[in-house]
């Protein structure tokens, strides 16, 4: 479970999230919608502990992102939007340097697990920079959930990824037990896997609810989120 409670964060011209409040719950999937600009990126990396926020708190399973940082990033898995990877390290060796940093004790077996489950166990070998797109985000994804965190963020998680992994990806996110909150423009991956919506706008939420409520009153999440936040 992840609160945000009275959220700011400003940038030198720009207030990117003003007074905002979430409540991402155990075994939901919440998603974040809105404009390039809103704040759903700089919010995901708030509550993973990647960028400092001027007031409010974020609390993650009752451990404060600022007061008790370790003990909140052992609970998370984060997946950027666009991860940065050291190019001439090979895949396996920049997942088994992540798992280092885990002290994951079953390291090497979650690394084939992963990798077998979403088709990139044979490129394991190969440099980083020779990668696709696609690739690098498997690879991401593979290190942002290895230590089977209680909750999990994710940007724009499907961009970039064939139909086949696409699809285990959203299996493995409906199958999760935890708290997961997914940053994205898709209407379609909202229907398919998120339970809540919060519509974002220059920072601040304009509106959410439970997604059949969203398509009840306008048909889909698409005309939601145009009618809401657009």
Not at 47 to 66: K, L
Not at 95 to 113: P, Q
Not at 158 to 175: A, C, E, H, Y
């Amino acid at each position: 479970m992840i609160t945000v409670n009275n959220l700011t964060k400003r940038y030198v011209t720009t207030v990117a999230l003003d007074n905002v409040s979430f409540n991402f719950k155990e075994s939901t999937v919440t998603a974040i919608m809105g404009e390039n600009g809103a704040g759903k990126t700089t919010l995901l990396k708030i509550c993973a502990g990647v960028i400092n926020f001027d007031q409010g708190e974020v609390i993650v399973d009752s451990f404060s992102i600022v007061k008790d940082a370790i003990s909140a990033r052992k609970l998370l898995g984060y997946l950027p939007e666009m991860p940065y990877m050291y190019d001439r390290l090979t895949g396996r060796e920049f997942l088994f340097y992540i798992a280092s940093l885990r002290k994951l004790n079953d390291g090497e077996d979650e690394i084939n697990r992963l990798s077998d489950l979403l088709g990139i166990e044979r490129f394991l070998d190969q440099e980083l920079g020779s990668y696709s797109k696609g690739m690098k985000q498997k690879i991401s994804l593979i290190a942002a959930i290895m230590h089977r965190p209680n909750n999990l963020l994710l940007d724009e998680p499907v961009w970039g990824l064939d139909p086949l992994t696409s699809r285990t990806l959203k299996n493995f996110i409906l199958d999760r037990k935890g708290a997961t909150v997914i940053a994205t423009h898709s209407p379609q991956l909202v229907e398919q896997v998120a339970d809540v919506v919060y519509f974002l706008k220059q920072g601040n939420v304009v509106s959410y609810g439970d997604i059949p409520s969203f398509i009840d009153k306008n048909g889909s999440i698409e005309e939601a989120y145009f009618h809401e936040a657009g």
